[in-house]
């Protein structure tokens, strides 16, 4: 692909200025691919992951259309309609409209659950331009005609493979019959199953196919090693690297949201500034814990795959696979949120014997074998015990303790919450 840089898209003068403001000087792959038919009012099937650039890929077409004309001031209306599987996701994309569009005065306006709804109610009842959000509180508020679409001129489904594994496809079906028949919509999604697939052939008309990397290769920038270790021994292992100033801001993934908050808890009390990350915490405990770590105030995020999913923190200088995922792809997603924007990045995977399968998948699909950085490979896997329960509802006995997701250094939770939560867990 020839070299270019944004000015060659003919796009408008404040957008212009605002990428020049935010850094962005060469358009990345999907840009290139993406953004020309776009522009010339196609519809787009992009395949790429988070990390490749693809929020400004459809962003930016919508923002051109929008330079210079009238503002929709149709109350409960939007002009333009983008559904992320996640509020992290959704907070990203509504941001990089806010930036991209600063001197267009556009009304962008974020949609999602976990917070209350009066004040969505209240922005949406002045008319949107852009409207982002997730399928779930979008289809509320439509549903009570304080959301309405039937003008959308724009519409954009993002990681459509994650939408379908966190099961939002009816509810998308729902949303999109409401979607005038004459727009322009875009398509985002890492993998292309046969449902999304079908989905894609249902909601795009003649659309163009932009690919960009497959999901399975890894940046050569990540140096990635394992430890063998044994379950009981991760925790000490985790404190001892940890307490290495090279670990200047961490992501720790754990398989369950529990396993989340002992993780964090642990690292607190060895004096490792750390904030948990995952699915039962309100939308504000989670931008809390965001907040925390994108500041440094907290050095350590403990994560699972879905919080942690589309989190873009620049800067993060290691991840840490405190458990191995069970879908290697997952592996290939984690590792990502280091080595952002060309820089350097450390994966370091903690590996006991009964996940030897996992890590044998990761490195078929990555094709990169692991160097060892401690312990032995086991000679074969040991049989994984089967919990009673999963481990996620197990009721633990409250001890105080920081709230995972809160702000640190503050009061202890009441133990009767902390039971309440572990029930929920
Ligand atoms: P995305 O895949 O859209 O989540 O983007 C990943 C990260 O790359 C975000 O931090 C973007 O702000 C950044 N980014 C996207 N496009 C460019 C570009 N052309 N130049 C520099 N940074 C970019």
């Known amino acids: 692909m020839t070299e270019m840089n944004f000015d060659a898209f003919g796009l408008a003068t404040p957008i212009l200025a605002a990428l020049k403001h935010a850094g962005f000087v060469k358009p990345t792959p999907i840009q290139q691919g993406a953004i020309p038919h776009g522009l010339a009012g196609k519809d787009v099937l992009g395949l790429a ?38 509020r992290e996701l959704a907070v990203q994309i509504e941001q990089e409209f806010k930036k991209f569009g600063a001197g267009l005065g556009l009304r962008v306006v974020l949609i999602v659950g976990g917070v209350g709804r009066s004040g969505q109610v209240a922005r949406m009842s002045r008319g949107a331009d852009i409207v982002v959000g997730c399928p779930g509180r979008v289809l509320d508020l439509m549903n009570t005609k304080e959301l309405i679409i039937d003008q959308c001129q724009f519409f954009v489904l ?36 046969a449902e999304i697939a079908k989905l894609a052939e249902g909601l795009l008309h003649d659309p163009v196919r932009v690919t960009v990397a497959a999901v399975a290769s890894t940046p050569a920038r ?45 690292l607190n009390g060895a004096k490792i500034s750390a904030t948990s990350l995952h699915g039962n915490l309100s939308q504000n405990a989670r931008q809390r814990a965001l907040d925390a770590f994108k500041s440094g105030e907290a050095r350590v995020l403990v994560a699972t795959d879905i919080a942690a999913r589309g989190i873009d ?88 303790a920081t709230a995972p997701g809160a702000k640190l250094g503050a009061k202890p939770r009441r133990p009767q919450y902390q039971e309440k939560r572990a029930k929920v867990a």
């Open 158 to 193: 993002d990681e459509a493979d994650r939408m379908l594994d966190l099961g939002f496809f009816p509810d998308i079906r729902k949303i999109v019959t409401h979607l005038p028949t004459r727009r322009q919509s875009a398509l985002f999604s890492a993998t292309m199953p």
């Open 313 to 400: 923190v620049s800067g993060v200088s290691h991840v840490v696979n405190f458990e191995l995922p069970n879908e290697p792809e997952s592996y290939v997603h984690r590792i990502g949120r280091t080595a952002r924007n060309g820089a350097e990045g450390v994966a370091v995977a903690f590996c006991d014997a009964t996940e030897l399968p996992y890590l044998n998948q990761i490195e078929k699909l990555t094709g990169i074998k692991m160097q060892v950085a401690s312990g032995t490979r086991p000679a074969q896997a040991m049989p994984v015990k089967k919990p009673q329960r999963h481990p996620d509802m197990v009721v633990r006995k409250a001890k105080p």
């Open 49 to 86: 992951q988070t990390g490749t650039g693809k929020t400004a890929a459809f962003a930016l077409p919508i923002l051109q259309a929008m330079a210079g004309h009238k503002l929709h001031n149709r109350r409960f209306s939007t002009r333009a309609l983008i559904l992320a599987p996640t």
């Open 222 to 266: 990540i140096a990635q090693s394992v430890h063998f270790v044994e379950g009981a021994q991760k925790r000490e292992l985790l404190v001892q690297l940890l307490r290495d100033p090279a670990f200047t801001r961490a992501i720790v993934f754990t398989r369950t949201k529990r396993g989340a908050d002992r993780v964090a808890l642990q």
